[in-house]
């Protein structure tokens, strides 16, 4: 499987921001697909999540703000960041794997920069 992903820039806060990520490859190994992020200095950690079937799970972190959706047809995952902060701020993954648990064994993408200005 190999990831593309999109839309990463920089923004003030309060304001939105979205990120885009297509799948290619094997279809049984992006049914889950989703996001991590690692800001400077801390550890790479998880953001958002689907599934084909629509099933969801985010960070409480995020919870409110962002809101993950996928086009299946695609195989294309969108993150919608609104009411960004200034904590935003990372190197955003896109991740596709068979289960939203084993996600983080799955594929990676190269990583897209959001920076979000105070």
């Known amino acids: 499987v190999q990831l593309q992903a999109s839309g990463g820039g920089f923004v003030q806060a309060g304001r939105s921001l979205r990120l885009s990520c297509t799948a290619s490859?094997?279809?049984?190994?992006?049914?889950?697909m989703g996001w991590y992020r690692q800001a400077p200095g801390k550890q790479r950690e998880p953001v958002a999540f689907?599934?084909?079937?629509?099933?969801?799970n985010y960070d409480d972190s995020v919870l409110g703000r962002f809101r993950i959706s996928r086009d299946n047809g695609a195989r294309t995952v969108y993150l919608q960041m609104d009411e960004l902060k200034p904590d935003d701020t990372a190197v955003y993954f896109c991740v596709a794997g068979e289960t939203i648990a084993s996600v983080h064994k799955g594929a990676w993408g190269q990583g897209t920069l959001v920076t979000v200005s105070s």
């Open positions: 689907i599934t084909t079937s629509g099933a969801t």
């Open positions: 490859g094997s279809i049984a190994k992006t049914v889950a």
